[in-house]
């Protein structure tokens, strides 16, 4: 069965950085999907930080110019770089991965941003 797994969460001070990775285990076809990052911070909607489609990508204000995303097609895994961090960074880091009618969701990276 496709599934996602995430990594690289952690506590960083403000200013410091983070590169989360998403492998989509079990495809051959991990070039044709949509992949994205989300995040959910305590009593707040979950909400797109970037997404890549193909080497097209797509960022949330919030996120443009100091979140990089980025995919490797032959390890299957896509990555979120960020940098400058700033403590409304701080949530649960979700990786979503499209294709058609199927969407895959990660359990989730915790972020945690603090001094």
């Known amino acids: 069965q496709v599934q996602l797994e995430e990594s690289g969460g952690g506590l960083v001070q403000p200013g410091g950085s983070l590169r989360l990775s998403c492998v989509l285990q079990?495809?051959?076809?991990?070039?044709?999907?949509?992949m994205a990052w989300y995040r959910q911070a305590p009593g707040k909607q979950r909400e797109l930080v970037a997404s890549?489609?193909?080497?097209?990508?797509n960022y949330a204000d919030f996120a443009k110019g100091r979140f990089t995303i980025s995919r490797d097609n032959a390890q299957n895994t896509v990555y979120l770089q960020m940098n400058s961090l700033i403590p409304e960074d701080a949530a649960r880091y979700f990786c979503?991965?499209?294709?058609?009618?199927?969407?895959?969701w990660g359990q989730g990276t915790q972020v945690t941003v603090s001094s």
């Open positions: 890549i489609a193909g080497d097209i990508t």
């Open positions: 979503n991965a499209e294709r058609g009618a199927s969407v895959l």
């Open positions: 079990r495809t051959l076809f991990f070039r044709l999907y949509t």
